[in-house]
């Protein structure tokens, strides 16, 4: 066991924290959700501000509508939810509504990834990144730890526009930066190396670290780029990259659509490198979150392995 | 906040009738000319437009995006035909522009879009999203205890939409009283009767279930929709039932399910525009 594991955090705390603290200084902030109060981690902000937490009970497509419909009314609406339903049943409410009616409505797709483990298909939110990455105009943010999860949810209240904030519940370490600070639209450098590059997004970003650590013992120097915001792509960071050597993407999300297919977009039509996406294949097999992970090579193991491959050593 | 000074006179009942034939003939013409269009949804949401933009709503053309303006959402969005007749006839954009309907590269596009246009509060087109942010619209306006008022246009098909329902559930719920539904009842749907594809009668008594009031008109009769919208007594939300009829105006597209999106020829559109010429002389 390593007794030098460090302190591990679920990402909704800060983002109900953050969300309340804004609110506290800006009577526009309203909170939409599907009885989703608790899993949102959002009872402060209902004792706090009762009379605008707005919860339509379970009816995902009429959520999304009235976040448009209260942003129409000068609010800055925060549409909080397991991001399984919020994106895959309400997916046209998200489309017309949001994106393509440019509201000022902050979508946050809550315990989004494998989160729910056991529970299954239905459940897991890996697809939501590929079908709201189509969407032209949403802003698709996946910050990976309590300090990025608080300052996405300040960006978003700040920035008007449609955005998709990706909220996980799955323990993650903060991350240590000699840089914080965060900007929609700019990959975060964690760690520079000039033989590859891994670019990972959300809870894969710790994992991709460590990887590289393991990799520098080998002599392998591997580039971490923390992909917080997936829409707009940081295209500078990509070929920066590309120049530099192969690429490795890890997310949790299918390998289809999500952030290995939007920096092969990129790759593939500007500076064509060696690739691999790690990801999830499809629906899973039961099991918990991280007998998941371990399974599909979403791991400092597996992602260190798939740098080896992509360098041939 | 400044609050919109625009307000037609309300009770103008012949000045509201003349709107609404202006309305039915600039759109047969916009869908004749574009050769698509939804006509007969067209002609059954004239005096309903025309009773609300010019009897009812407060709103400023030149500002229409002020926070205390009344918001009308066209839930029924493809009836773009009469929406973007009335919207210039209440002076969001030229006139002028109506005779771009459809056309490329066009702000006036077969379903509408608040980006283009002024005076659209949210792009529909798909069936069961009026409603569901007008809801929100209230909502938010019942947070701000403010004084502006929500009036939502649906068609009785897009009353099959699941959505529609969970979006009357919690305006019955949250009593909006800022809130209003008027539902074109003209009993067609694109393929049928709406009745034989999936019944929704008893239509007010479902609304009623759901904690609204409910208010039955003839909606061809402006001062019958003059006093159903008036909202100086509304305590809840309230749901204006308009009997309709789709293709109303036009003999040869009365009732007919044909003229959902059918387009008329030269001579149809002739005879079309020569029967609403006589009945508004004969009136």
Same mark, same amino acid.
């Given at each position: 066991? #390593?007794?030098?594991?460090p302190e591990q955090f679920d990402c909704r705390d800060a983002y109900a924290r953050t969300l309340e603290d804004l609110a506290a200084a800006d009577p526009r902030i309203v909170a939409v959700v599907n009885d989703s109060v608790g899993s949102s981690k959002l009872t402060g902000f209902r004792r706090r501000f009762p009379e605008r937490l707005v919860n339509v009970g379970i009816a995902e497509q009429n959520m999304v509508?009235v976040g448009a419909?209260l942003a129409?009314?000068?609010k800055i609406a925060f549409v909080s939810g397991a991001s399984c339903f919020l994106t895959a049943r309400a997916?046209?409410q998200i489309?017309?509504?949001v994106?393509?009616? #440019? @509201?000022n409505v902050k979508l946050c797709g809550i315990s989004s990834g494998v989160a729910y483990g056991e529970l299954g298909?239905t459940h897991h939110s890996i697809?939501d990144i590929?079908?709201l ?5 949403l802003t698709i943010l996946v910050p990976a730890d309590p300090w990025q999860t608080a300052e996405a949810i300040k960006a978003a209240a700040r920035i008007?526009?449609p955005m998709f904030i990706r909220v996980s519940r799955m323990p993650v370490p903060e991350l240590?930066?000699?840089?914080r600070?965060f900007?929609i ?16 997004m959300g809870t894969m970003v710790h ?19 923390n992909?917080a915001t997936i ?20 997310e949790e999300h ?31 097999? @039961?099991?918990s979150a991280a007998?998941l992970m ?20 | ?111 509408? #879009? ?22 929100g619209?209230?909502i938010?306006?019942?947070i ?26 919690l ?22 009767? @709406?009745?034989?594809? #999936? ?65 008329? @020829? ?18």
């Amino acid at each position: 066991m #390593n007794v030098m594991a460090p302190e591990q955090f679920d990402c909704r705390d800060a983002y109900a924290r953050t969300l309340e603290d804004l609110a506290a200084a800006d009577p526009r902030i309203v909170a939409v959700v599907n009885d989703s109060v608790g899993s949102s981690k959002l009872t402060g902000f209902r004792r706090r501000f009762p009379e605008r937490l707005v919860n339509v009970g379970i009816a995902e497509q009429n959520m999304v509508s009235v976040g448009a419909g209260l942003a129409n009314g000068s609010k800055i609406a925060f549409v909080s939810g397991a991001s399984c339903f919020l994106t895959a049943r309400a997916l046209e409410q998200i489309k017309a509504d949001v994106v393509y009616s #440019n @509201t000022n409505v902050k979508l946050c797709g809550i315990s989004s990834g494998v989160a729910y483990g056991e529970l299954g298909p239905t459940h897991h939110s890996i697809e939501d990144i590929a079908w709201l990455r189509a969407m032209r105009g949403l802003t698709i943010l996946v910050p990976a730890d309590p300090w990025q999860t608080a300052e996405a949810i300040k960006a978003a209240a700040r920035i008007e526009g449609p955005m998709f904030i990706r909220v996980s519940r799955m323990p993650v370490p903060e991350l240590s930066r000699a840089d914080r600070r965060f900007e929609i639209g700019r990959a975060e450098r964690l760690r520079a190396g000039g033989d590859a590059t891994i670019i990972a997004m959300g809870t894969m970003v710790h994992r991709a670290l460590a990887a590289a650590e393991a990799l520098a013992a080998e002599g392998i120097d591997a580039q971490v780029l923390n992909m917080a915001t997936i829409a707009p792509l940081d295209e500078e960071a990509i070929a920066a990259a590309a120049a530099r050597g192969p690429i490795v993407t890890v997310e949790e999300h299918v390998v289809r659509g999500g952030l290995g297919g939007a920096v092969a977009e990129w790759v593939a039509t500007h500076h064509p490198v060696r690739m691999r996406i790690l990801g999830f294949p499809g629906f899973l097999p @039961t099991g918990s979150a991280a007998w998941l992970m371990e399974r599909y090579g979403l791991t400092a193991d597996g992602i260190a392995a798939a740098v080896r491959d992509v360098l041939d050593r | 906040m400044t609050t919109p000074g625009v307000r037609a006179a309300a009770g103008d009942v012949p000045a509201i009738r003349a709107r609404a034939a202006w309305i039915r003939k600039r759109s047969l013409r916009m869908v004749h000319d574009a050769r698509q269009g939804h006509p007969g949804g067209d002609l059954s949401a004239a005096d309903i437009l025309a009773t609300i933009y010019f009897g009812v709503l407060r709103y400023d053309p030149r500002d229409p995006r002020n926070p205390a303006r009344d918001r009308f959402v066209m839930s029924k969005g493809h009836a773009t035909g009469s929406l973007y007749a009335v919207l210039a006839a209440a002076g969001f954009f030229p006139e002028a522009d109506l005779e771009t309907y459809m056309q490329p590269g066009s702000k006036l596009n077969g379903h509408p #879009n608040r980006e283009y246009l002024p005076g659209v509060e949210t792009n529909t087109g798909p069936l069961g999203h009026g409603l569901p942010v007008g809801v929100g619209i209230a909502i938010a306006g019942q947070i701000d205890a403010a004084d502006y008022r929500v009036f939502v246009l649906t068609g009785d098909g897009e009353l099959q939409e699941g959505s529609m329902w969970e979006a009357a559930m919690l305006a019955g719920h949250r009593g909006l009283a800022n809130l209003t539904v008027i539902v074109d009842r003209n009993r067609l749907q694109q393929g049928a009767g @709406t009745e034989e594809t #999936n019944a929704l009668e008893p239509l007010a008594d479902k609304w009623r279930a759901f904690g609204w009031d409910v208010v039955e008109v003839d909606g061809h009769d402006v001062a019958a929709l003059l006093e159903a919208l008036d909202g100086a007594r509304q305590a809840r939300p309230r749901c204006v039932i308009a009997r309709t009829v789709k293709g109303r105006g036009v003999s040869f597209m009365a009732d007919d399910v044909k003229w959902h999106h059918g387009v008329p @020829t030269t001579p149809q559109l002739e005879q079309a525009l020569a029967e609403l010429d006589a009945a508004e002389m004969a009136r």
